[in-house]
């Protein structure tokens, strides 16, 4: 950590896709904020880390210059940057964090003759991302010219400025409106957990690594359901082949009721009426279906 502070700085992007996801998972993860006066800052009331809200393409710098330890940011961005500084030290990537999914892909005008990849040589390709789309047309052994934009990279083939783009796609809408569609992805991308090269004394790297259990914890609750049911000793091998669970379940006996028992299983697939109305021909009572908030393993 900085030898100045001794709390944690965590960068999030200040207002955008990734925005508030970010500071949900950071609730999630047990952290209580106030705002600052300014709302560029997030004070951390319970823990000693606290939230610095930036743009997203700001986030990569402050890690490298260790103003922040962390930080929520796409792996686009953070890809960009190492590739376009690579005399720096990097940030990592600590860990993928299931939002924010998007691929960086090529796309072409509706109708035109660029059909193939191959096609792209000696072209013009508008990108915000010229670093990820050099290294990419690199690895293609693809000559073409890459023209920086720093928005609206989708009208640049109308305005005559280039014959394709290399752009952010999620649901494809955006490129469909423009009359354009997709050739080939380029890279996959996701938020991600990001950690600074200068975050390296012992002090940090434990709170890094608590919050990052944290994170962890938030996450694999996700999704994750369990499921509570008594059902007769003899109903078990049944009921366990049927239970779509994540681990062994475990089965617990009753007081005074040898015949039975009750079992708790941690299932990662939805589990319908279908699911417990099945359980329940099998001989089980009693079913009950929690949300998990946060485990640790
Ligand atoms: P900032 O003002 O912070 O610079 P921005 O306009 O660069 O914001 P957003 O559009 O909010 O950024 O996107 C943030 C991140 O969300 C992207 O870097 C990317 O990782 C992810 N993302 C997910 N889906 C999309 C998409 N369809 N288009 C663009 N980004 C997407
Ligand atoms: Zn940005």
Not at 156 to 174: E, F, Q, Y
Not at 252 to 272: K, N
Request: some cysteine; proline content about 5%; overall charge negative.
């Amino acid at each position: 950590m900085n030898e100045n502070r001794d709390r944690l700085r965590i960068a999030v992007q200040k207002s955008g896709r990734l925005s508030e996801v970010s500071l949900d998972l950071l609730r999630r993860a047990g952290l209580v904020f106030r705002a600052s006066r300014d709302r560029l800052f997030l004070y951390g009331e319970n823990l000693p880390v606290d939230v610095l809200l930036v743009r997203d393409d700001d986030i990569p710098g402050l890690l490298v210059e260790g103003s922040c330890e962390l930080g929520i940011v796409g792996r686009n961005v953070l890809d960009e940057q190492r590739l376009a500084a690579p005399e720096q030290p990097a940030p990592a990537e600590v860990r993928a964090l299931g939002f924010g999914g998007c691929r960086l892909a090529i796309a072409v005008p509706d109708g035109s003759a660029i059909t193939a990849v191959s096609d792209l040589a000696g072209l013009r390709i508008a990108t915000s991302y010229p670093a990820l789309l050099a290294d990419w047309l690199r690895q293609q052994g693809i000559t073409a010219e890459i023209v920086v934009l720093n928005g609206s990279v989708e009208i640049a083939p109308r305005l005559g400025k280039a014959h394709a783009i290399c752009d952010l796609v999620s649901s494809g809408a955006t490129l469909a409106a423009n009359q354009l569609h997709e050739l080939v992805t380029v890279m996959r991308s996701e938020a991600v957990l990001a950690v600074s090269p200068r975050a390296q004394t012992a002090a940090t790297t434990a709170q890094i690594e608590r919050l990052r259990a944290r994170i962890g914890g938030a996450l694999s609750g996700d999704g994750v359901r369990l499921l509570m049911l008594q059902a007769p000793r003899s109903a078990l091998p049944a009921i366990t082949q049927l239970l779509p669970a994540r681990d062994v379940p475990s089965v617990l006996s009753l007081d005074g009721r040898p015949e039975d028992v009750a079992m708790q299983a941690l299932c990662t697939t939805a589990l319908d009426w279908q699911h417990l109305e099945e359980l329940k021909r099998l001989g089980a009572h009693g079913l009950m279906v929690l949300n998990v908030e946060r485990m640790l393993a």
